[in-house]
């Protein structure tokens, strides 16, 4: 059974970081890339990170220069640095195994149960 399980959330000033962490755990099939999503109240779930397993990354617009994605493959962990975090960066954020698909984008095949992340002015 597979799991991705997210850490690394919680309270922050604006213009503080988190490092979030997406860790893998079973028999993981027909992946090759990891996105990071997020949900805020009332909106809907929108990618802002991607890595492929050749290390190929790209971010949406709103996070550009400063959201990192990295992957640690020995520890088949996923990670998301936020630096600068603006109060409009504030939701839920999911880790998502799959296929990538466009420049941005994935099709999901495994999801993890999110970690929040809020952002104080």
């Known amino acids: 059974q597979v799991q991705l399980v997210e850490s690394g959330g919680g309270l922050v000033q604006a213009g503080g970081s988190l490092n979030l962490s997406c860790a893998a755990s079973?028999?993981?099939?027909?992946?090759?890339?990891v996105g990071w999503y997020r949900q805020a109240p009332g909106k809907q779930r929108a990618l802002v990170a991607r890595?492929?397993?050749?290390?190929?990354?790209n971010y949406a617009d709103s996070v550009k220069g400063r959201f990192t994605i990295s992957r640690d493959s020995a520890k088949n962990t996923v990670y998301l640095q936020m630096n600068s975090l603006k109060p409009e960066d504030t939701a839920v954020y999911y880790c998502?195994?799959?296929?990538?698909?466009?420049?941005?984008?994935?099709?999901?095949?495994?999801w993890g149960q999110g970690t929040q992340v809020t952002v104080s002015s």
């Open positions: 998502a195994a799959g296929r990538p698909y466009n420049d941005l984008d994935l099709v999901p095949y495994y």
């Open positions: 890595i492929t397993y050749g290390h190929s990354t």
């Open positions: 079973g028999t993981i099939f027909n992946v090759n890339a």
